[in-house]
């Protein structure tokens, strides 16, 4: 069974910096990555999908690097902005091209002006 | 397009009584996913469906919930009867895979706020 963990769960910064956050996941089989924002009381907003055979994804100041080999992702957000502030789920996909999803239980980012 | 709605945002009912969460799609997605969301157990996925038929429902807590996708353009997942550990915050997303399964980005609607007294 897949399970997904995110580490930290919280994390408070300054303006300006920047931030790696971290996903690990147990069974490497995985046929893609996504991370996913959320906002307080919202839904969620998909941020990057990386397949399984991509190393990375970049999205404005968004980059996201898929080891798959090794269970890790990392989402690196440069010149965090109070803006950045939310919850960021990752979910890798479950192999077999079902679209099926788990999550870890997030990060959440305060970034403060 | 106005992506994935759900309807209602919010619920407060009593327990024992019968919740209908509705959603709708976005327009030409094949893929439509049912979530619940609580601060204990996170986001699991409950339901989904490929081309308007449950593929895995292996996420559905137990008999007393039950989903329907009778066309393309609209689900509903069923309580009956409700209890107070149903209360969470509902999630349909829909996604668009040309071949099979759900390949693509999920789309996430607002979500339902379900609170079972």
């Known amino acids: 069974k897949q399970e997904v963990t995110q580490i930290p769960a919280a994390l408070s910064v300054p303006e300006g910096e920047n931030l790696v956050l971290n996903c690990s996941f147990t069974?490497?089989?995985?046929?893609?990555l996504q991370w996913f924002r959320q906002d307080p009381g919202k839904g969620l907003t998909s941020l990057l999908l990386?397949?399984?055979?991509?190393r990375e994804q970049t999205s404005g100041r968004l980059n996201a690097s898929l080891d798959k080999s090794s269970g890790r992702s990392t989402l690196y957000i440069a010149a965090s902005q109070p803006g950045d502030s939310a919850t960021y789920l990752c979910?890798?996909?479950?192999?077999?091209?079902?679209?099926?999803?788990?999550f870890g239980q997030g990060t959440t980012l305060q970034v403060k002006p | 397009d106005a992506g994935v709605i759900q309807s209602p945002r919010h619920e407060v009912t009593e327990m024992g009584q019968e919740v209908t969460l509705r959603c709708k799609p976005i327009?030409?997605?094949?893929?439509l996913f049912w979530y619940r969301q609580t601060m204990m157990r996170g986001l699991e996925l409950l339901i989904y469906?490929?081309?308007?038929?449950?593929?895995?429902d292996s996420g559905m807590p137990e008999d007393r919930f039950s989903a329907k996708m009778p066309n393309a353009s609209f689900s509903t997942l069923k309580i009956q009867p409700s209890e107070p550990r149903d209360s969470a915050v509902y999630f349909c997303?829909?996604?668009?895979?040309?071949?099979?399964?759900?390949?693509?980005?999920?789309?996430f609607g607002p979500g339902t706020r379900l609170l079972v007294l």
């Open positions: 327009s030409g997605h094949n893929s």
């Open positions: 979910a890798p996909g479950v192999s077999g091209n079902t679209g099926k999803l788990i």
């Open positions: 990386i397949q399984s055979s991509q």
């Open positions: 997303a829909s996604s668009l895979n040309p071949l099979a399964g759900g390949r693509e980005t999920q789309y």
């Open positions: 469906f490929n081309n308007n038929v449950p593929i895995d």
């Open positions: 069974d490497s089989a995985i046929y893609n």
